[in-house]
């Protein structure tokens, strides 16, 4: 047998090396979509690396009732958003003429402006109303005004970069929306602002995100006719089920997502609450993998149903990617949680992991459902998507409901564990069977 040399083994790794770099560099030269989605991911990571990084100090600034209070807060800016834009910025990939998705996003820009000036008026008869709420924290009240109209603002936006395939682009946004509400959290933290440094530092993230886009969009326009009023409102008509339908689905989806928090923060205390905020901003870091795939996983989509009536293929690729990656967060979840929370956080934060542990089959499920939910959007099929939304949101309510009266946190949170897991089980299914329908059947 022959012996192998010293030098055989580093020889044989570069080249094993040099022809995956070769084999790579050929599958993103031939797949665009493998190209956009690595490009979108990439960003996505690089966004979403430095709040991360930071949350080991953030941990030691704030408390973890300082979370509890951001995790309300996000809740309440969640639901704001989703409203905001009545759900229209949802449908600005769909128009094939540029002219009446330009349409579609001014009557979205509409409705960011009409919800912000809904909710600073409902903030101001509260606080002449002495809404004793409102005046205990009327900082954290007003953030969420003015975090709702940039979010929301920014969704247009980002939904028009991805109709033009300009990932690179929504990926500089979402970098300078974290740099700047990492910076500011860390800033805000050190001058001992509390839970309001946190919802101000995440105010000033949504409004980095819109200045980057917006300038960066302006300058790229094309030479695109402007609609007409008359086109304003066909578009807003044609899409009339975006607001009817996919608006009250996603609010019910918003609320069931951050339901656990408030319920959490009323029955088990604001450190119960905390822990659980800090999980799901660990998550919402690494949730950016399927962002960035869901993000693509939308254009393309779009584009094979523009031109073969349906997104079979499309579906298939996602679906396999997002299941292979799902399969290794959850075995590092139910694996390390607990350990990974008490190494990089602190002792005190231990029992976030836990949380994280008993949440892993449906935060995972989650993981693979959340951006194939787009095939509704793209089948059209808003009545069946509201109608789950709401059995989700009534399913949460009833869990957490009992939970809270009956159990401990952890009980409660296991009970949400299973129930939400079948749900979004049967979620993934209806979002596969979506991609066979044909654009001709409707």
């Known amino acids: 047998m022959p012996r192998l040399c010293a030098t055989q083994l580093p020889e044989d790794l570069t080249k094993a090396a040099g022809a995956v770099r070769k084999w790579l ?21 690089a966004a979403a690396a430095l709040p991360v990084l930071i949350l080991p100090i953030l941990a030691r600034l704030y408390s973890p009732e300082d979370f509890g209070l951001l995790g309300v807060t996000a809740a309440a800016t969640g639901l704001g958003t989703i409203a905001s834009t009545g759900r229209y910025e949802a449908a600005i990939l769909l128009p094939k003429r540029e002219t009446d998705a330009i349409a579609v996003a001014m009557v979205a820009a509409c ?3 009409a919800t912000t000036a809904l909710l600073g008026g409902a903030v101001c008869v509260a606080w002449l109303m002495n809404v004793s709420l409102i005046r205990q ?24 970069a991805i109709r033009g395939r300009r990932f690179a682009l929504s ?14 959290s860390v800033v805000f933290g050190l001058l001992g602002a509390g839970a309001a440094g946190l919802a101000a530092a995440a105010a000033a993230g949504y409004l980095a995100s819109c200045l980057a886009l917006g300038v960066s969009l302006y ?43 408030l319920f959490f923060s009323t029955f088990f205390g604001a450190a119960a609450a905390g822990y ?33 009536g349906s997104f079979v293929n499309t579906m298939n690729m996602t679906f396999r990617a997002l299941a292979a990656l799902a399969v290794v967060l959850f075995a590092t979840l139910l694996a390390l949680g607990p350990l990974l929370f008490e190494l990089f956080m602190g002792p005190q934060w231990r029992e976030a992991g836990v949380y994280g542990q008993i949440l892993a089959p449906l935060v995972c499920l989650q993981f693979i ?5 787009w095939s509704f959007y ?29 159990f401990d946190a952890k009980n409660t949170l296991l009970g949400l564990s299973l129930v939400g897991s079948v749900l979004y089980a049967a979620y993934t299914f209806l979002s596969l069977q979506m991609a066979a329908t044909n654009a001709t059947d409707r």
């Open 25 to 45: 560099a050929a599958v993103l030269r031939e797949n665009s979509y493998a190209r956009d989605t690595l490009t979108n991911t990439l960003g996505l990571l």
């Open 111 to 113: 409705f960011v402006l």
């Open 137 to 160: 924290h009327a900082e954290l009240a007003i953030l969420v005004v003015v975090s709702t109209s940039f979010a929301g603002s920014a969704q247009i936006l980002i939904n028009w």
């Open 171 to 184: 990926s500089m946004a979402r970098i300078a929306s974290a740099t700047t509400t990492a910076l500011a």
């Open 219 to 261: 300058l790229r326009r094309n030479a695109t006719a402007i609609p007409t009023g008359a086109d304003i409102v066909a578009q807003a008509r044609k899409y009339r089920d975006f607001p009817l339908f996919s608006l009250p689905s996603d609010l019910a989806n918003t609320l069931a997502t951050n339901l656990p928090v």
């Open 276 to 308: 659980l905020t800090m999980f799901q901003r660990i998550w919402a870091g690494t949730a950016v993998l399927v962002q960035g795939l869901g993000e693509t996983f939308r254009q393309r989509a779009a584009s094979e149903r523009h031109d073969t």
């Open 369 to 373: 459902a959340s951006p194939l939910s």
């Open 378 to 406: 793209l089948a059209e099929r808003l009545r069946l998507l509201m109608a789950w939304q709401w059995l989700l949101l009534a399913t949460f309510l009833a869990t957490l409901s009992i939970g809270g009266y009956l």
